[in-house]
DNA sequence: CGTTAGCACTTAAAGATTGAGAGTGCTAAC
DNA sequence: GTTAGCACTCTCAATCTTTAAGTGCTAACG
């Protein structure tokens, strides 16, 4: 059976109204409010219809209906008509990125807290891979029994959580040199390009080669996103929908959300290419619990990525205000990073 | 009206009894699992006169007693009989805390995870204060823009760091060499020290006075806990237990466990001379929640606070096992520190 | 005077019944 | 293809009933 234009139209009616109102929608409702020129009988022969390809459910006979996941999706994909932010809401975001801090554990937050807010979803966000970063300094520090913290500033961000074993005989001294040393050599190198730093390289460093093994080993932990860097935003957000009236579907949506590592595996394994993605529970990702629904973008600026933000929360959900809202929190966050790097080149160049 | 030994009998009762099976309980419960000698009225007048004295209360005329927040703390300081742990349990610590790593920040999370194992409630901890850290070693690092890093290590491997401006004329050797004198300056010395360095000290440092100041206000802001100090571990326990079949008790607890500064708030303002603290909302403190019980311990060892753990869930809290708990956790602690220590003081004297 | 048995009273919780309302499916007619 | 009409289904809320639990009170007992 082909979608005729009309059930399209009525499909698009269903899944409209469901997201605002959260109650079953009649073909009666329908026929009165949109389709003024058909009866709720013909309504109701394309609600049977468009029921048998498996885009609406009921559950129960006389209850109205409701969008299936797949009506979701095809939603989300043909019928959705995009529309803008509020000025209100635009300012919101230009004011929640006009602070001056340039460092990115701070920008996730604000990021996800302002995604948060806007939507009135749970947003989560997993900051950019540090591999890709350009290292600006590093450094050892000695700590005093035997180890040493190895921080590393890279052009986004700090890297601290590091310890390093150091030889018994080494000096605070050498470690200093040591310091220099390393720094020196992986100066402009991404942490990836560092830690895989050739053999022949490492024999030249004579005594210090034990500890820039170290180094090297260290570097490697910073592949893998840690805790740190997976931000939640607006937990509670969630008790303004009325799904989660339902204590199960709160605990299922707890557990999700209360594990660092469980959110970083849903949203961590994005493909860069796709600017909006949008999961749905039960119908795209085993990983996504059902019921629920996850839109994440992946933001780039310079060809830098930027990380992944998103919202996570029921099927229901009033994606064109969500996708409306992680654009342009995308371009706003675009914006402020070129500008920042213009800056940096304009003070460059005077040099 | 004196508590004769029977009342407090049967308080005690009332609340055992009320903790393991959250039902209200009855005259004739307590007349035959436990006061076998005499009858239900005779109870049921005690508990008329429990009730009389603000104990205990009932919902309605026919559903049994509760206990009253003023019981459960009569219950705690008075009543409650305190057992040990199980070898299990015993088990489960001493393996929990026989990881090397001896950096303070997985410390904190590992204890509160192992508290909200044990117990099944959620645990909330708050580290040490940074204040009295005395400060190991301290780097300024170059960010490339006007900028610095700067860099804490202290006794126990808390890091701190911030960012300070620097003058425009400043070198990286300059800034290098003002790391060094800092860092020598206040080597040993805590954090809250530090920050109080004289003014006369201040004009020594020449060229570098400026940096200094920067350095000094940073320290300031240390004063205060950050989030990454404030931990949350097992919020999905809450739905083991039957009060959080409640919608609105869910709310209620995720709106104070979902900002870290309110759990902040909750357990920041410990009086260090307490080990155990037991706040009962409506009943102790305005900050935590009516129908919610916090119970914190304040660790320390070889004279360093190692900063507040403890347990947030419903009034009706087993106590008894959360203080055990705590109490071995804190021994535990210790123990591994003063361990550590140890180690450290043998290596010392090897030199 | 403390203790007890007995009984009337209260209340919640669970089940059954009912009626209203909403919405559909189907059929026959347009 | 569209529509009106109607029977059917199901939920929801209100009402009532029953049951069980537990108390408060009183009068009697040792």
Do not use: W
């Amino acid at each position: 059976m082909k979608m005729s234009d009309r059930k399209k139209k009525i499909l698009q009616i269903v899944v409209d109204e469901y997201i605002n109102s959260a109650v079953p929608v009649s073909s009666k409702s329908i026929a009165e409010k949109h389709l003024t020129d058909v009866s709720s009988a013909t309504v109701r022969n394309e609600l049977a219809s468009l029921e048998e390809l498996g885009y609406l459910t009921q559950f129960h006979t006389s209850g109205g209906r409701v969008p299936s996941p797949q009506a979701y999706r095809f939603y989300i994909e043909e019928l959705m008509e995009k529309g803008g932010l509020s000025e209100r809401d635009l300012d919101y975001i230009h004011e929640a990125f006009s602070h001056k801090s340039n460092d990115v554990e701070h920008l996730i937050k604000d990021v996800a807290k302002v995604i948060s807010d806007l939507t009135d979803y749970t947003s989560v966000a997993i900051g950019p891979r540090a591999e890709e970063e350009k290292i600006r300094n590093l450094a050892l520090l000695a700590c005093g029994d035997g180890r040493a913290l190895l921080v590393i500033v890279t052009g986004e961000r700090i890297l601290r959580d590091s310890f390093i074993e150091i030889p018994e005989n080494m000096t605070e001294e050498d470690l200093e040199n040591a310091s220099h040393v390393i720094a020196k050599l992986f100066e402009g190198k991404s942490l990836s390009e560092a830690k895989d730093v050739e053999d022949e390289v490492l024999a030249e460093f004579g005594q210090y080669r034990q500890v820039m093994r170290e180094v090297i080993d260290a570097l490697k932990m910073y592949t893998r996103p840690r805790d740190e860097d997976v931000v939640l935003s607006g937990a509670e957000k969630i008790f303004k929908h009325p799904e989660y009236e339902d204590i199960g579907n709160v605990k299922n949506f707890l557990s999700v959300i209360s594990s660092k590592d469980k959110i970083a595996e849903l949203i961590g394994d994005e493909d860069d290419e796709i600017q909006i993605n949008v999961k749905i529970g039960s119908c795209d990702d085993a990983d996504v619990p059902e019921d629920c629904s996850l839109v994440t973008a992946t933001y780039s600026a310079g060809g830098k990525n930027l990380g992944t933000y998103g919202v996570i929360g029921p099927i229901r959900m009033d994606y064109t205000k969500v996708i409306t809202v992680l654009e342009n929190v995308g371009k706003a966050l675009e914006g402020l990073i070129s500008n920042k790097n213009k800056e940096k080149d304009d003070k460059d160049e005077k040099k």
